[in-house]
Every structure is written in C-alpha cells, then in structure tokens.
C-alpha cells in the first residue's frame, strides 16, 4: 500500500502565510514526481505547483511567486505567502511513483486539507 498523508492546512487572515506538508509513505520503488492541487466549493480540481525529480518546480500562474514547492526524499512542501481570500480550497498532494522496479507509473493522491483565507 501507499500513502500520501497531508498536513499544516488551517485558517489564515488575507496577507498570512502557511506551509503545507505531505508525506509519502509504504512500498515505493521510485517516485518521478509530486504536486498539489486544489478544489474549491463548486469549482474543479486544479493544478498549483509540481517538482518533478531532478527536475524545475512549475506552478499555476495564479500563484507564482506567492507559492514555493519543494521536496526532500518522499515528502513535500508547499510554502504558501500573501494568501488571498481565493486560495481558500482543500489542498491536495499527488504523487506520480513506481511501486516496485517493474512497475509502471501510477498517480496516488492525499485525502486533502482544507486552507481557508478569511479575516
């Protein structure tokens, strides 16, 4: 099994800051890649930022250079500043990984934390 456990959501004034973290946990041969989307009310899932291994970080244009990713090993970071009221949404991590030397990519997901932007 693999699990993608996120944390460090809450509640935040606009203009704050919070640090998302996810962890990458189990059977995991390799992973290529891991990201974070969110999910407002009534919207979509969209993409935020992602960091490929060995690779640049990319972000949505709606949050460059107000968000930064990084990642250490299996974990991930999003280091988010100048929070607005429209970041508000649940946080999710995913992660692209081989679960053994033979397998093929597959995309695991976190179960979410929630970011709310409010004063």
């Known amino acids: 099994q693999v699990q993608l456990v996120e944390s460090g959501g809450g509640l935040v004034q606009p203009g704050g800051s919070l640090r998302l973290s996810c962890a990458a946990s189990g059977s995991i041969f390799s992973i290529d890649y891991m990201g974070w989307y969110r999910q407002a009310p009534g919207k979509e899932r969209e993409f935020v930022a992602g960091?490929?291994?060995?690779?640049s970080p990319n972000y949505a244009d709606s949050v460059k250079g107000r968000f930064t990713i990084s990642r250490t090993n299996a974990m991930v970071y999003l280091k988010m500043n100048s929070l607005k009221p429209e970041d508000t949404a649940v946080y999710y991590c995913?992660?692209?990984?081989?679960?053994?030397?033979?397998?093929?990519?597959?995309?695991?997901w976190g179960q979410g934390t929630q970011v709310t932007v409010s004063s």
């Open positions: 995913n992660a692209g990984l081989r679960r053994y030397s033979y397998s093929r990519l597959n995309t695991y």
């Open positions: 960091i490929p291994s060995g690779g």
